[in-house]
């Protein structure tokens, strides 16, 4: 992809951005969150764009982006929905033992669970 479609990309997207927060009325949390998005995605697309993603094995984004992702997710629950502090003590932990069993699945470290797979590892 040339410069010019990267820049113009870049200006449409952050056009958009601006329109969404400064016209659609939502609370402010939602517009955090959305920012957050948008900006990731546009961070790995530049990547993906530039090449640099392209040096990696694709399983190995593959892995490192679902990981994102549910860390994000996570941090989202944390962050903004209400709930008692020992309650989301045991979502994160029960989140973190399934994400390192996942893991551990994924690199044929444990064979005992059903394989579960993210790109070809």
């Avoid at 410069?3 to 958009?16: D, K, Q």
């Avoid at 900006?39 to 040096?55: E, F, P, S, T, Y």
């Avoid at 997710?73 to 932990?93: A, C, D, H, T």
Wanted: charged share 10%; no cysteine.
């Amino acid at each position: 992809m040339d410069l010019i479609s990267l820049v113009v990309v870049l200006i449409v997207v952050g056009l958009l951005l601006w329109l969404v927060n400064n016209y659609i009325p939502m609370e402010g949390r939602i517009k955090q969150i959305l920012n957050i998005v948008v900006i990731i995605a546009v961070i790995l697309w530049l990547l993906n764009a530039v090449g640099v993603l392209g040096i990696f094995p694709r399983a190995l984004v593959s892995v490192v982006v679902a990981l994102v992702v549910v860390g994000l997710l996570l941090w989202l629950v944390n962050s903004y929905i209400p709930m008692e502090g020992r309650i989301k003590q045991i979502l994160n932990i029960v989140v973190i033992i399934a994400v390192i069993l996942w893991l551990l699945s994924a690199f044929g470290l444990l064979s005992g669970l059903p394989r579960i797979s993210v790109g070809r590892l």
